[in-house]
T-cell receptor, first 112, second 113 residues
């Protein structure tokens, strides 16, 4: 089992460019999450999904969009990248809200 | 305000020694408290989850304690190994918004030979 796989692992963008981060899980989990991790701060929830076809806003959703067309995939989009979105992005999935979240190894995104 | 604070920010210990990491929270209403280990360049990995009624939970050499009255938790690492070098993150879940976990900023542990 691969668990949670994130692609790409690294990316450098210019301000204003767009991109999509892909998260795939093979554990048949209903719940999926996107977080960002910045130096000296705890992980912050961007968006989450409670099942295929559903999405909801987290703590810091501005500037990001998401889609969950298939149960195993959760996509995070940046429509017009800004330097403030330079961060490490983590995807996670869980069977329920009281079960552990399983994390991918992150996408390191730099926006110049 | 719902917050999770961890101490110390960083810690250096010698291989074989024990250590204890602290977590204080002001999250309410409380649902559960989790400890994660995050190796450099990797995603967090779950160590334990404790609910209100659980005082202690172990996972190998890792033992977590919870005092829901004082809103404090600790993670004790016994007989440390070089592979224990990582960040340890305390996470609290609220009863009324269980999807949205509140993460501490972590304690960075370095185990030296």
């Amino acid at each position: 089992n691969a668990g949670v796989t994130q692609t790409p692992k690294f990316r450098v963008l210019k301000t204003g460019q767009s991109m999509t981060l892909l998260c795939a899980q093979d554990m048949n989990h209903e719940y999926m999450y996107w977080y960002r991790q910045d130096p000296g701060m705890g992980l912050r929830l961007i968006h989450y999904s409670v099942g295929e076809g559903t999405t909801a806003k987290g703590e810091v959703p501005d500037g990001y969009n998401v889609s969950r067309l298939k149960k195993q995939n959760f996509l995070l989009g940046l429509e017009s990248a800004a330097p403030s979105q330079t961060s490490v992005y983590f995807c996670a999935s869980s069977r329920s809200t009281v079960q552990p979240q399983h994390f991918g190894d992150g996408t390191r995104l730099s926006i110049l | 305000k719902n917050q999770v604070e961890q101490s110390p920010q960083s810690l250096i210990i010698l291989e074989g020694k024990n250590c204890t990491l602290q977590c204080n929270y002001t999250v309410s209403p409380f649902s559960n408290l989790r400890w994660y280990k995050q190796d450099t360049g990797r995603g967090p990995v779950s160590l334990t989850i404790m609910t209100f009624s659980e005082n202690t939970k172990s996972n190998g050499r890792y033992t977590a304690t919870l005092d829901a009255d004082t809103k404090q938790s600790s993670l004790h690492i016994t007989a440390s190994q070089l592979s224990d070098s990582a960040s340890y993150i305390c996470v609290v879940s609220r009863m009324d918004s269980s999807y949205k976990l509140i993460f501490g900023s972590g304690t960075r542990l370095l185990v030296r030979p």
